[in-house]
């Protein structure tokens, strides 16, 4: 009784691997070694096979992995060998919220504008005046008024320049000169200048300029200019500023000045080296950025032979002074 058993299951299963031999999809001829087919297991006992042409229950086919074929492998579309991995389909597009508009031409246009005969400096002509000192000074002495200014017109890269100082004390006029310069633009916020000075007091003499201005590293600002008079004397002046933002209007502008020549002249009270140094603050308030009250303490000192040409001058004792003025740019 057990021969017939044993051939009972050793049929049920060849009939099983030739189903599963039978179903398994061919390999592609071009697609390279084909993994093998997977090893059929014994199969399940299945019912009984539905009428011809009705549709099968789902599952019910023996050795296949994914249920019954889809309508492509129905319609004969031929299918990859087994081992292929399938090429994962495109992301879907993604919808923008309703609230961002489609990009527009006009958006287009804006955020990239034609820039072809773009000059890469400004023709026109401008103006600026800049009133930095007008100030009354009060200290040991005749007390009184002080100015400094510059300004200039022209373009981005050739301007004309030009630069107006003195001091009024006991109703006389103790110093006074203006320049008139050329500017041109050789380094970014760097200008070299060159042209004349005249001097109305003490004296009236002419002078021959050259010199640099601009912004520092750090945002210093500064004027270095040397001169060459009628008369063979030579000077130097140099002169740095900053501003110190303590707030949006409120701003302490420290300064130094130092005046050098290059030989006595006893008639302008002047001599030879190191003349005169003058260091200050001045704490000013932007009403606004065009006007500006301040107040601030100066201190000027003469040195070497200029001190010694002074005497008993109450400016060679170098003392203090209070200072308050309107600053003024237009």
Same mark, same amino acid.
Request: charged share 15%; proline share 8%; net charge negative.
């Given at each position: 009784?057990?021969?017939?058993?044993?051939?009972?299951?050793?049929?049920?299963?060849?009939?099983? @691997? &030739? =189903? $599963?031999?039978?179903?398994?999809? #061919?390999?592609?001829?071009?697609?390279?070694?084909?993994? +093998? *087919?997977? %090893? !059929?297991?014994?199969?399940?006992?299945?019912?009984?096979?539905?009428?011809?042409?009705?549709?099968?229950?789902?599952?019910?086919?023996?050795?296949?992995?994914?249920?019954?074929?889809?309508? @492509? &492998? =129905? $319609?004969?579309?031929?299918?990859? #060998?087994?081992?292929?991995?399938?090429?994962?389909?495109? +992301? *879907?597009? %993604? !919808?923008?919220?309703?609230?961002?508009?489609?990009?527009?031409?006009?958006?287009?246009?804006?955020?990239?504008?034609?820039?072809?005969?773009?000059?890469?400096?400004?023709?026109?002509?401008?103006?600026?005046?800049?009133?930095?000192?007008?100030?009354?000074?009060?200290?040991?002495?005749?007390?009184?008024?002080?100015?400094?200014?510059?300004?200039?017109?022209?373009?981005?890269?050739?301007?004309?320049?030009?630069?107006?100082?003195?001091?009024?004390?006991?109703?006389?006029?103790?110093?006074?000169?203006?320049?008139?310069?050329?500017?041109?633009?050789?380094?970014?916020?760097?200008?070299?200048?060159?042209?004349?000075?005249?001097?109305?007091?003490?004296?009236?003499?002419?002078?021959?300029?050259?010199?640099?201005?601009?912004?520092?590293?750090?945002?210093?600002?500064?004027?270095?200019?040397?001169?060459?008079?009628?008369?063979?004397?030579?000077?130097?002046?140099?002169?740095?500023?900053?501003?110190?933002?303590?707030?949006?209007?409120?701003?302490?502008?420290?300064?130094?000045?130092?005046?050098?020549?290059?030989?006595?002249?006893?008639?302008?009270?002047?001599?030879?080296?190191?003349?005169?140094?003058?260091?200050?603050?001045?704490?000013?308030?932007?009403?606004?950025?065009?006007?500006?009250?301040?107040?601030?303490?100066?201190?000027?000192?003469?040195?070497?032979?200029?001190?010694?040409?002074?005497?008993?001058?109450?400016?060679?004792?170098?003392?203090?002074?209070?200072?308050?003025?309107?600053?003024?740019?237009?």
């Amino acid at each position: 009784m057990r021969t017939p058993t044993l051939l009972l299951i050793a049929a049920l299963y060849a009939t099983g @691997a &030739a =189903a $599963a031999f039978a179903q398994a999809p #061919a390999a592609d001829p071009h697609a390279g070694h084909a993994m +093998p *087919a997977p %090893v !059929a297991q014994a199969p399940s006992p299945t019912p009984a096979p539905a009428a011809r042409g009705a549709p099968e229950p789902a599952g019910t086919h023996v050795g296949h992995d994914h249920g019954s074929p889809g309508p @492509a &492998a =129905a $319609a004969g579309t031929p299918t990859r #060998a087994v081992g292929h991995v399938e090429s994962a389909p495109p +992301p *879907a597009s %993604v !919808a923008l919220p309703s609230f961002i508009p489609p990009v527009s031409e006009a958006m287009r246009a804006a955020a990239f504008p034609d820039v072809r005969g773009h000059a890469a400096h400004d023709r026109a002509v401008n103006t600026f005046v800049l009133v930095d000192q007008f100030e009354w000074r009060s200290g040991r002495g005749a007390d009184g008024l002080a100015w400094s200014g510059s300004g200039w017109v022209g373009g981005d890269v050739n301007r004309l320049w030009f630069r107006s100082e003195g001091d009024v004390e006991g109703g006389t006029v103790g110093e006074a000169s203006a320049h008139l310069l050329y500017g041109r633009a050789v380094a970014r916020w760097w200008d070299l200048v060159v042209g004349v000075r005249q001097d109305l007091q003490p004296g009236t003499q002419a002078w021959g300029a050259v010199g640099v201005q601009g912004l520092a590293p750090g945002f210093f600002e500064v004027e270095a200019t040397a001169y060459v008079s009628d008369a063979g004397q030579a000077a130097v002046h140099l002169e740095v500023e900053y501003d110190l933002l303590i707030t949006n209007r409120l701003v302490l502008q420290p300064l130094l000045e130092v005046n050098v020549y290059g030989r006595n002249n006893p008639g302008l009270g002047v001599g030879r080296g190191l003349s005169t140094a003058e260091a200050g603050f001045r704490l000013r308030y932007e009403i606004r950025r065009e006007l500006a009250p301040y107040v601030g303490l100066t201190w000027a000192r003469p040195f070497g032979r200029t001190r010694d040409l002074l005497g008993d001058d109450l400016e060679a004792s170098g003392s203090p002074r209070l200072v308050t003025g309107l600053r003024v740019w237009f």
